[in-house]
């Protein structure tokens, strides 16, 4: 049964009214699977509406806004072997859960399955899933979708034991690009990761966002990545292209401050991938850079953790 396999974790703050609707959703897509709400500290009300509208679910307040760690928290309170993530705009449509579930019954060195992203009313897919179906890297484990490095915050499943294993999302990252550190956990760890077509998660965009604070947060978090786990050379260039990106910019030399305080902890926590992850990488660097996208350090990537 599903209700023993797989906890749904919903992240959310301040989006009551997307939440509830995100609920009503999974009311009729969970297949009985229990729901988690991890709530970032959200001062309107999100709590006691989810209360009312949906006395099963159960909430996890937190005492301060934490960014994307806070699906930490849902998974640690998790007892199923699987962990399906969805943010408080995205959710599985029927049948989907079941179909991820399934996929790591079937390959136990896998991590993570990423679900095909419907965006809007219009149900158009994310530009995502066309980078992800086209991945590089050799489909070893023979899933039914393809191979990649890497995954979507709120729209993939994962496999409790391996997410806890690496420690989870990085709380300093806060939010933007925060995958990409898990992701290279699980390579460096013997996961894998894959992206599962046949699954599909609907993202209905909210409004309630500061996309310039976003790309900011994004652009940050790559150099920040590239200097945990990448080689020397690789961040250098990393931080080179940041910093040409933020010229003109008047917030240059804020968000230099910003950068450099991260500094402590980077070389307390740095540890440079095995080099069958570094080929990995290098090997979707260059797939990107065909498809004429921008280095990772600069890349924005449209995920419904967005």
């Not at 609920?23 to 897509?29: E, F, G, S, T």
């Not at 159960?58 to 930490?72: D, E, M, S, T, Y």
Request: proline share 6%; with cysteine; charged share 25%.
């Amino acid at each position: 049964m599903i209700a023993d396999r797989v906890t749904v974790v919903v992240l959310t703050y301040n989006r009551r009214r997307e939440v509830l609707r995100t609920l009503a959703q999974l009311a009729r897509a969970a297949d009985g699977a229990p729901i988690v709400v991890v709530d970032n500290a959200s001062t309107d009300g999100t709590d006691a509406a989810i209360a009312s509208a949906h006395p099963s679910v159960r909430v996890v307040p937190l005492a301060r806004n934490v960014g994307a760690a806070a699906r930490n928290e849902g998974a640690r309170v998790a007892t199923t072997p699987y962990v399906a993530f969805c943010d408080d705009d995205t959710w599985w449509l029927p049948g989907s859960i079941a179909l991820a579930a399934a996929a790591l019954d079937r390959h136990p060195q896998l991590a993570a399955v990423t679900a095909r992203v419907l965006v809007g009313a219009a149900r158009r897919d994310d530009p995502t899933n066309a980078r992800m179906a086209a991945s590089p890297l050799p489909n070893v484990l023979g899933v039914d979708g393809s191979a990649i490095l890497g995954l979507l915050a709120g729209a993939c499943m994962v496999r409790r034991e391996a997410f806890l294993g690496v420690g989870g999302y990085e709380p300093r990252l806060f939010l933007g690009g925060e995958e990409q550190l898990l992701a290279v956990d699980f390579a460096a760890a013997g996961w894998h990761m894959a992206y599962l077509p046949a699954a599909v998660v609907c993202h209905e965009p909210s409004p309630v966002r500061d996309r310039a604070a976003r790309r900011r947060l994004e652009a940050r978090n790559a150099v920040w990545f590239a200097w945990l786990r990448r080689p020397g050379t690789v961040a250098a260039k990393a931080t080179l292209a940041w910093w040409k990106t933020m010229r003109g910019d008047a917030s240059r030399g804020d968000a230099l401050r910003e950068m450099l305080a991260g500094i402590p902890w980077i070389a307390r926590e740095r540890r440079v991938v095995p080099d069958e992850v570094e080929q990995a990488l290098r090997i979707i660097d260059t797939f990107y850079a065909a498809c004429g996208e921008a280095p990772s350090a600069l890349r924005k990537v449209e995920s419904p953790a967005s």
